[in-house]
């Protein structure tokens, strides 16, 4: 599929989510949160559910789980804009409560949608419900937390929610470590697709190794994340925070 495409198809998913009434909380969103970012992104990122900021207007992670979430992606040198985010579920639950099966089971074909469109060179599985529905089976994020994961020709990387992170000092530098993996395994994606290009361009068997001195090409990394000042715990932390607290 073309580029332009794989735009109007991305858009078209888009529209069709906006009018979905397969589940009951058609009934009660301001309106649904299909997913922004490029077709093409190298990044997605997959939560759980919209929140009370992202269903009035109509953009995932818009609150302040977003705002980490933005830092986070900066902090490995890309922007926001770069990567595919999206959620589990495209509308949001009452009150954010967890997910119920019937509804992830509803939605569960926009987002198989929205992968195979994207085909990103990883994928970011942010909290335990997002777990649950992409990595059935796996332990929970608390043990499988910034490892590499491949499901057929997929790449997923666990993280913390977040949400979560945002009241847990602890958690939030284990995120940040977690995306210094992810800065890693974005470079070993990038060289062996160069890798692979190179093969084609030459002839070279499968199992040749570009030779010495001509590089992949790679970018230098970007400064380590800047290390955050610890958070303290919140007894009351904000209701409407996107996903919860309970996503780890």
């Not at 019937?102 to 469109?117: G, I, S």
């Not at 000092?169 to 993996?181: F, H, K, P």
């Amino acid at each position: 599929m073309t580029a332009a495409g794989a735009d109007l198809a991305l858009a078209a998913l888009h529209s069709g989510i906006c009018a979905c009434t397969a589940c009951p909380l058609h009934r009660t969103r301001t309106q649904a949160v299909p997913g922004a970012g490029p077709v093409r992104a190298r990044i997605m990122a997959v939560g759980e559910a919209p929140g009370e900021s992202e269903d009035r207007e109509g953009l995932p992670f818009v609150g302040a789980a977003g705002r980490l979430l933005t830092q986070l992606v900066e902090g490995i040198g890309l922007h926001r804009e770069d990567i595919y985010i999206t959620n589990v579920l495209k509308c949001r639950p009452p009150q954010n409560r967890d997910p119920n099966p019937d509804e992830v089971a509803a939605c569960a074909h926009f987002l198989d949608e929205q992968v195979e469109l994207i085909r990103p060179d990883v994928i970011l599985v942010l909290g335990r419900h997002a777990g649950a529905r992409l990595l059935p089976g796996q332990p929970g994020i608390s043990r499988i937390h910034g490892k590499r994961i491949r499901v057929g020709e997929r790449l997923y990387v666990p993280l913390f929610h977040p949400a979560a992170a945002l009241y847990n000092g602890a958690m939030l530098s284990t995120l940040q470590e977690d995306m210094e993996l992810v800065r890693g395994y974005l470079a070993e994606a990038d060289a062996e697709r160069r890798l692979a290009a190179w093969r084609a361009a030459t002839g070279a068997a499968p199992e040749a190794a570009e030779p010495l001195g001509l590089g992949l090409g790679l970018a230098p990394s970007p400064a380590p994340f800047p290390r955050a000042a610890p958070v303290e715990a919140d007894p009351a932390p904000a209701p409407s925070v996107e996903g919860q607290l309970s996503l780890f």
